[in-house]
């Protein structure tokens, strides 16, 4: 089983920018498409970025398209999501994993889950 953990998360003024990183611990993940989720207080997590095993097919929740972007570094067995225009209901925490395709239909290959990362955006 892979071992995923995500970083970059914190508070942010909105229009302000962050980047998440997911990294590996544990079993490589690179030949996997990826995705980012987030899950808010009170609502079902919910998909928001996903990118192929090679990193040329991306994917993106219509809610987030052309503010954020993902990337990843296989060399580096990690996993990024450049947060860009942030909106308050960007608030949220932040979860990747490993996907069964790199579009918005995503699903998580595990019924495992990090502990994810917060991000919090003020008004």
């Known amino acids: 089983q892979v071992q995923l953990v995500e970083s970059g998360g914190g508070l942010v003024q909105a229009g302000g920018s962050l980047r998440l990183s997911c990294a590996e611990s544990?079993?490589?993940?690179?030949?996997?498409?990826m995705a980012w989720f987030r899950q808010a207080p009170g609502k079902e997590r919910e998909f928001v970025a996903a990118?192929?095993?090679?990193?040329?097919?991306?994917d993106f929740a219509d809610s987030v398209r052309g503010r954020f972007s993902i990337s990843r570094d296989n060399a580096k067995n990690t996993v990024y999501l450049q947060m860009n225009s942030l909106k308050p209901e960007d608030t949220a925490l932040y979860y990747c994993?490993?996907?069964?395709?790199?579009?918005?239909?995503?699903?998580?290959?595990?019924?495992?889950w990090g502990q994810g990362t917060q991000v919090t955006v003020s008004s």
């Open positions: 994993n490993v996907v069964t395709s790199a579009t918005k239909s995503a699903r998580p290959l595990f019924n495992s």
């Open positions: 544990g079993r490589t993940f690179s030949g996997y498409a």
């Open positions: 990118i192929g095993w090679s990193g040329g097919r991306t």
